[in-house]
């Protein structure tokens, strides 16, 4: 057999090893918050927002940012049904009903007609996913926004790397979350971050994520509300720190590694791969090709091709309405494209042999 292709793998250097050491050895006391701070501030450069959190989770970021805009009981949140379900369980949190419309077949990220379609008295938010690194149309969605007075949020996890019309994924909403999970780009282990431009929501959620003591109040051990406390460690923002310093050729190396898959596999008019669109760049968080209908290649099919080979391919997102949890919706995209789509490992020291047999086990499917 093989050796293992995993789907993601953190790109960990001496860097890392480094900065951790040296917050685990003098970062405490006085100097806590040190590589917090400076792994915001990068952050917030490189994404040319006013204003970043470091948190322990991207799931914690969304839950914070959305008890900030005050969403709760009887309220609704629009997203895509084709969405990681971190998206949708801050709703819940919250008492508040995820409301799942269908994605655009070829972005596979949310369709703002049935967004539109789907707004009513109740709704307090939109969230735009960019799904694999794809970006939502945010044009259209940010003017449905002040059309209706509503905040369009970013979850910007898969993300990094994504850029809009040169705005930065992430950057252009009310507020964007990121993740820093393992299989990310730029990885914390596990971690997140909240940006925003906007100073006033950002003060909220500073309050809140800090148990809901307000950074001017004077008293010790006084919250003014009920917080959360969804924190990084400065040894996980150390970690950040150095993939930040790194974060251009972590970026590339995405990007090089979807052109190879790309170079080898676009002539085949049976196979769709993530788009990029005019005036966009792709993070290509995860390539992911999807059969066309005609072909009858399944998910099944494929997932037994690809682990005969011991490569680790992964499913397309099953839609969050058909989860036991929630109630079926008739998105047909969101059910149909996972049906016949596969993601395609990709991570920064995966050779070239490898993506060779990963490109061959398609070209064989395809053939057959
Ligand atoms: C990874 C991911 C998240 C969750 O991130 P955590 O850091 O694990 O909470 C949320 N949304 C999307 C789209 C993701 O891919």
Redesign the pocket.
Known sequence: MNEKIYYTKPSITEKEIEYATDAARNGWGDRCYEYINRFEQGFKQHLAVNHAIATS????A?HIGLAALGVGLGDEVILADT??I??AAPITYLSATPVFVDILPDTWCIDPVQAEAAITSKTKAIIA?H?YGNLCDMDALIALGNKYGIPIIE?A??AIGSVYKGKRAGSMGMFG?F???G??TLTTG???MFVTNNSELYETVLTLNNHGRSRNQTKQFWPDMIGFKYKMSNIQAAIGCAQMERIESLINRKREIFSFYADNLQQFNKIHLNPEKKNTLNGYWMPTVVFDKKTQITREILIDVFSKENIDARVFFYPLSSLSMFTPVANYNSYDIPTRAINLPSYDEMTKENQISIIDCIKKIINE
Do not use: I
């Not at 989770?57 to 914690?60: E, V």
């Open positions: 989770s991207c799931t914690g969304m969405n990681w971190a998206t996913t799904l979850d996890a898969e979350v993740s820093f999970h299989t990310k596990e971690g997140g």
